[in-house]
């Protein structure tokens, strides 16, 4: 019995909410952690305090952010087993290996160390230290790798095939897994966005403090390790985006063509769309302002080849359907136990397809009395949203060129040294803090909305990969999980925005902005319960 | 390469090792937070209890993490089949866990007394909670718990919330309780000073005689019950359909494994007379026996238990033949070569870099005075 359609739909909010509420926390990890490297490297090679307190400083946001980025991070893999029991069976011999070498290899490394770099700075030399931090900063980046190489394998399933003995994919080459085009590609833009809103994060604080004339020299050089950290980044992640685009596996296609609303197939070069609104139900794009030949040499880096429209992958798409078919039929006869070279021969032919076959399953238990109306609708299925997509792409790419600008104009005015005056500039930068946030959501939802209607690209549609739940268990879990989260946001955006306010001299070394300098009597022993 | 029967024995330890590495490490963790508001009555010194773990509990909790990771892919279908039948169960433990990481960091964010206090309930109940939940989910393997499998190895659900709280689950939750109540007690009886010391000492001794008696209950509780026994089961050294076997049922038969190596009896034995050692050795005041007294009781008792099932991991009451074994609800023979190889690798390096963190971070706690610590 497959799941109830409101479960399955439950289910995916759940894990949509869950996940995208996890990465408001993740790109401050990634990105101040190597921040949090650079300040302490200088701090230990010139022996500047100012480096260390930059360090200590940035470190309580790191550490008040990273809390909900481990307590968010748990949810995730309780509810693959959860919410997802078949998807777990169906694809674990794969999926699991890149998430158990994450715990082991990076987790672990992670947060052994992030205690020593609260805790440790009364206990360990300057380079220890400063190991410690280079070894979390290592750890929560290895983590994002682990992750990615299993989400990338969600968009181009290499290296598996399905075994019918055990009734689900196999590992057959892990080395394809690693080394899947696709999961290096997302895992570069992705940490590079973490560098990106990261250092908007430390610039428009230091903005916010420069325009307030406090702890200006505290200020200045923080500016100064973000404006150069986010111009390389935000330089990688537009390369790396671009990477993206490039069309390996089913999925990637499908979601090429929604995100740039292609309903036919163009002649090589193929336009690109600036400007139109997708309309699903008519199959064209209204309004629309084409650019000629750019999405040809985008996507296939070429001028000769073709980028395969929606209608067309339609069906395509409906013809493996009636292939994968064949494919069930012979699944169906392997499972009685006629195994007979024939009936595998079958099987092997069309195997490839047999996710396709699984769409039926939303339409027909039995798969293979599907009838025509059911087949044509079943191709229809694997079409996303147009709409949906097509803006969101756009919105994070404008995103994308407008940090670009902050970065570049940061960099040369702080070159010029004539960065005070700007105050244009300052302000634009302070209340561009939560826009990196709203690229990084939008992303990842153009990549997992656009990977609908399957959890495994081509191999496990998303209607059979959830637990057949009852839906009064999702209620319970969605209510619990909305009342904690949303009291522990409010409570994180309380105390970093408290920290904030409060500055540097949070540190109590008596030599920041709101202190009296020469009351050393009020400062507090450096305890280690004090971080 | 080693074949896929030695293999799935070998993954079978090492699913044991990893949570036996939780519950020596993070148990203390959840012990010491459940003891919290027991062991320090003042601020200042609930402030040193949390100042015992506060460095190192995150690391602690990646095993728990890692074994579930490793759980995902060695055992896929244990992990799918154990996180949605006991969906309820494992949602409560989640919520109890978030309350640690925000707990442990922003409880010294601010001055207000109320707020301090409004965190350690939260790192109490984090720590208490899980304890029991676990205890609880290890008691419903040996009632079984309600799921089957249908030809394509989906999971299908027979039970309600209400019947993972049976009478025999909850007394395991209990045990699970008192066992990492000890080994907390045993923890802080070793790291901290004065006063905390004296409870933590207490506590130890209670819970050392609590858990040996509890755990010898649990035994005799369990040889009345009746136990599954796998009867048929294709070669094991290839892949097998889960599900594609006979098992029947037997009274006591979850004692089953003892009657046919006796000399295993010495792991339940040893886990009572460990639990009684840590009483002894807390009320001799010898810190370091203690924590190891009351770390064997606790592999001692999880060994006990997973010997106990062996080679079922996660008996089914729906229907029996669903019963997932460590044969049939593995990964393909590649997949666990490979894990191994990744175990080898890392285990080592995880072992030495936290063994040189807590070296670090060693030293008595000493209680601060009333003010300093912000």
Redesign the interface.
């Known amino acids: 019995m497959i799941p109830a359609a409101d479960v399955v739909e439950l289910s995916r909010l759940q894990f949509g909410l869950t996940a995208m509420f996890h990465f408001l926390f993740v790109p401050l990890t990634l990105g101040l952690s190597w921040i949090l490297v650079i300040c302490e490297s200088v701090y230990v090679m010139t022996g500047q305090q100012v480096y260390k307190d930059m360090t200590r400083f940035w470190g309580k946001l790191f550490g008040i952010n990273f809390a909900m980025g481990i307590t968010t991070g748990i949810t995730l893999e309780f509810q693959f087993g959860t919410n997802w029991a078949y998807y777990s069976h169906y694809v674990g011999d794969i999926f699991g290996v890149p998430l158990a070498i994450e715990g082991m290899m990076a987790f672990f490394l992670e947060s052994t160390f992030v205690g020593l770099f609260f805790f440790g700075w009364d206990r360990l030399s300057r380079k220890q230290h400063l190991l410690v931090t280079f070894l979390v900063a290592l750890g929560s980046n290895l983590s994002a790798l682990w992750i990615l190489i299993a989400n990338g394998w969600m968009q181009n399933p290499v290296g598996a095939d399905f075994n019918y003995v055990t009734m689900r994919m196999e590992l057959t080459s892990i080395g394809q897994v690693f080394f899947n085009p696709v999961a290096q590609a997302k895992f570069v833009h992705t940490v590079a966005a973490g560098y990106v809103a990261a250092s908007m994060f430390v610039l428009g604080v230091s903005s916010w403090y420069l325009l307030k004339a406090r702890d200006t020299g505290f200020a200045i050089r923080s500016f100064a390790v973000a404006a150069g950290f986010g111009l390389a980044s935000v330089c990688s992640v537009i390369v790396l985006g671009d990477e993206s685009g490039y069309t390996a596996g089913e999925v990637q296609k499908v979601k090429l063509a929604a995100i740039e609303a292609e309903w036919d197939t163009a002649p090589a070069p193929a336009p690109f769309t600036a400007i139109g609104i997708p309309n699903q139900k008519e199959q064209r794009t209204d309004y629309a302002i084409k650019i000629p030949y750019v999405l040809g040499l985008i996507s296939t880096r070429s001028v000769d080849q073709q980028v395969t429209g929606i209608k067309d992958l339609r069906l395509e798409h409906e013809a493996r359907i009636r292939h994968g078919m064949t494919a069930y039929a012979a699944l169906l006869k392997l499972q009685a136990g006629d195994t007979s070279p024939a009936v595998k021969a079958q099987f092997e032919a069309a195997k490839k397809d047999l996710g396709f076959a699984l769409l039926l399953k939303k339409y027909t238990p039995n798969v293979l009395d599907a009838s025509e109306t059911q087949i044509k609708a079943a191709a229809g299925d694997t079409i996303p949203q147009v709409l949906p997509l097509f803006l969101s792409f756009r919105l994070m790419v404008g995103l994308g060129f407008l940090f670009l600008f902050i970065f570049s104009a940061s960099f040369y005015f702080l070159a010029r040294r004539n960065l005070a005056p700007q105050r244009w500039l300052l302000r634009l930068i302070v209340w561009s803090i939560p826009l990196p946030w709203v690229a990084i959501e939008t992303g990842w939802f153009v990549a997992e909305y656009g990977r609908q209607p399957w959890t495994i690209s081509g191999i496990l549609p998303t209607r059979l990969s959830a637990s057949a739940l009852d839906a009064s268990q999702l209620h319970f879990s969605m209510f619990g999980l909305l009342a904690i989260y949303s009291a522990l946001f409010v409570i994180e955006m309380f105390l970093m925005l408290k920290y904030i306010r409060i500055g540097p001299a949070a540190l109590h070394t008596g030599r920041y902005f709101g202190e009296t300098t020469n009351d050393t009597s009020a400062l507090p022993a450096q305890t280690a319960a004090s971080h | 390469m080693l074949d896929y029967e030695t293999l799935k024995l070998i993954w079978w330890g090492l699913v044991g090792v990893l949570l036996i590495g939780f519950a020596l490490t993070g148990g203390f963790d959840l012990g010491v937070g459940a003891l919290l508001p027991l062991m320090g009555r003042s601020d200042e010194e609930r402030?040193a209890v949390?100042?015992s773990i506060?460095?190192?509990?995150?690391?602690n909790?990646?095993w728990l993490?890692?074994a579930?990771?490793?759980l995902?892919?060695?055992w896929?279908?244990v992990?799918?089949?154990?996180?949605?039948t006991l969906?309820?169960a494992?949602?409560l433990m989640?919520?109890a866990?978030?309350l640690?990481?925000?707990g442990?960091?922003?409880r010294?964010?601010?001055k207000d007394l109320r707020w301090r206090k409004a965190w350690d309930i939260g790192l109490c109940i984090g720590g208490a909670v899980p304890a029991l939940i676990i205890g609880v989910a290890f008691g419903n393997l040996f009632t079984g718990v309600a799921f089957a499998l249908?030809?394509?190895?989906?999971?299908?659900?027979g039970g309600v919330?209400l019947d993972l709280l049976n009478p025999f689950a909850l007394f395991c939750g209990v045990v699970s309780l008192a066992m990492l109540l000890m080994h907390g007690a045993a923890f802080l009886h070793l790291r901290t000073e004065g006063a905390i010391q004296l409870r933590a000492r207490r506590a130890a001794i209670i819970t050392g005689v609590t858990t040996a008696a509890l755990f010898a209950v649990g035994g005799m509780w369990l040889a009345q019950r009746n136990g599954l026994q796998l009867l048929q089961i294709g070669d094991v050294n290839t892949?097998?359909?889960?599900g594609d076997k006979t098992v029947g049922m037997l009274a006591g038969g979850w004692l089953h494994n003892y009657a046919l190596y006796p000399r295993t009896w010495l792991l339940p034995l040893l886990g009572i007379a460990a639990a009684l050692l840590t009483a002894l050795s807390a009320w001799r005041r010898w810190g370091w026996a203690t924590l190891l007294a009351s770390g064997s009781a606790v592999t001692a008792i999880i060994v006990t238990a997973g010997w106990s099932l062996f080679p079922f991991v996660l008996p089914s009451s729906m229907d029996p033949a669903s019963s997932l074994t460590l044969w049939d609800a593995v990964?393909?023979q590649?997949?666990l070569g490979?894990?191994l190889i990744?175990?080898i690798i890392?285990?080592p390096l995880?072992m030495l870099?936290?063994t040189w963190?807590y070296r670090?971070?060693r030293g008595p706690i000493r209680v601060?005075q009333p003010?300093?610590?912000?």
């Open positions: 402030g949390v100042e506060v460095g190192t509990w995150e690391g909790q990646t993490i890692t579930g990771g490793a995902f892919a060695a896929p279908l992990y799918a089949a154990a996180f949605s969906y309820g494992l949602m989640l919520f866990l978030f640690r990481p925000v442990f960091d922003y010294d964010k601010l249908d030809n394509t190895v989906r999971v299908s659900y919330f892949a097998l359909r889960p990964s393909s590649r997949t490979i894990m990744v175990v890392f285990m995880i870099y936290t963190v670090v971070m601060s003010g300093a610590g912000y």
